[in-house]
């Protein structure tokens, strides 16, 4: 096995390559390795992009703006007094995706109603639940349950899951572009 050097922080590591893999020790396949196809070399990586991280947002954070952003994404109008509970966006510009709690006042449940979304979207239980495996997804515990979906233009979905989570009306939304 040839012995390469790699330089960090002024301190000389020692690293074993193996055959076939390159100056780093990565294997042909590794993420980021570099592969050989006759006088080119192609590095193998899959690109992160700025603004990957997921933002969470909880309580007081959910505010009022956040929520108008989440009706200009959606198309889902929320009515007066509504409070946002949890917020989880994913996304990068390609492939995006948010799941919302949200939380409509029990006389302004008519009025969420009559959304286009709960008016014109299939009455199918959600499936991609993109706040799944969040401590606050609990749409399975709605009780007096009304399931909405709906293609949007562009290439874009929207589910909404809504009913009784205990005194309070809660929506759960996921939303998602491909």
Excluded at 8 to 25: F, I, Q, Y
Excluded at 38 to 45: A, E, I, M, Q
Excluded at 55 to 61: C, H, I, K, M, Y
């Amino acid at each position: 096995m040839d012995r390469l050097w790699i330089y960090r922080k002024r301190n000389a590591v020692a690293s074993t390559a193996a055959p076939g893999s390159d100056e780093l020790g990565r294997g042909p396949f590794s993420p980021g390795a570099r592969q050989s196809h006759g006088k080119r070399s192609v590095l193998v990586t899959c690109p992160t992009f700025a603004g990957d991280a997921p933002v969470e947002l909880s309580g007081a954070a959910f505010d009022a703006t956040k929520l108008a952003e989440v009706s200009k994404l959606t198309g889902v109008v929320f009515p007066p007094g509504t409070r946002g509970v949890e917020y989880l966006y994913l996304g990068s510009g390609i492939d995006d995706s948010l799941a919302a709690k949200v939380v409509v006042p029990d006389d302004q449940i008519e009025a969420f109603l009559s959304n286009p979304a709960m008016q014109k979207g299939e009455d199918s239980k959600a499936s991609v639940q993109i706040g799944r495996g969040r401590a606050w997804w609990k749409v399975d515990g709605l009780t007096d349950r009304i399931d909405r979906k709906q293609d949007l233009p562009d290439v874009r979905f929207l589910e909404l899951s809504c009913g009784r989570e205990a005194a309070e009306f809660v929506v759960y939304l996921s939303w998602w572009t491909m």
